[in-house]
């Protein structure tokens, strides 16, 4: 039969001492009726929880290996001892099981209510030419989005009609990345439109945004997928 002492205050070489000393069988093997020389439960309680310094219990350790009622009372009060350092691990686990569940709880939640902008790209082309063709105009800035938008607002130039549209990203030599359509709205004096965005397929690179309405001309600009 082994006794559970490894713990706070006891290595491992101690823990053998004891083992030795208490050796097998001394439940049965020592009969104590009287209890004669018995330390009494309170310095067993504090031998089994780890709370007596190991100088202090050596003095008990001979009485303990020669006693089967105190050794009976020891095990009792190691086991609850385990019992009781088993719970508070387990509620220390839980614990941190529930704080990292509300740190992830708080986390989406914060996620869910960033405003639609931050995963919105925006371009504004109140202020632009409007070049017909496939050709965006040389002498413009790009206009810039990023890839992993995916939303896209656009501010038509001045003067655009409400309506139908039909969107779509080019590569600069050829081949369509990116197309959709979506209903122009006026609002305040802009036009705008808004369509669901998909850049998947697109690299970090030149592109083109077209825009027209159906059947006519497409206005070209350049655009820079980041």
Known sequence: MEVYLVGKGYSARDEKRILDVLGRGLLREFPNPSRTGCPGPAVLMR??????????????LDHL??????????LRFQASYRKR???????IVAGILIAASLVGWVLVRQQKQQPLVAQTAVVDLRNRSVP??????PDELPLKINREARHLHVDLPLGSPEGPYEVRIA??????????????????????????LDLSSASSGQY???FRRPNSEWNSYALKVR
């Open 65 to 74: 290996g020669s006693c089967s009622p105190c050794y009976g009372d020891f």
């Open 208 to 210: 083109v945004l077209q």
């Open 171 to 196: 590569r600069t030599a050829g081949g369509i990345v990116f197309s959709t359509t979506g209903v122009a709205a006026l609002k305040e004096g802009t036009t705008s439109i808004e369509v669901e």
């Open 47 to 60: 031998i089994a929880s780890h709370q007596m310094p190991l100088s202090e219990a050596e003095e008990w």
């Open 132 to 137: 017909r063709g496939a050709e965006a105009n």
């Open 85 to 91: 350092r088993v719970r508070t691990v387990f509620a």
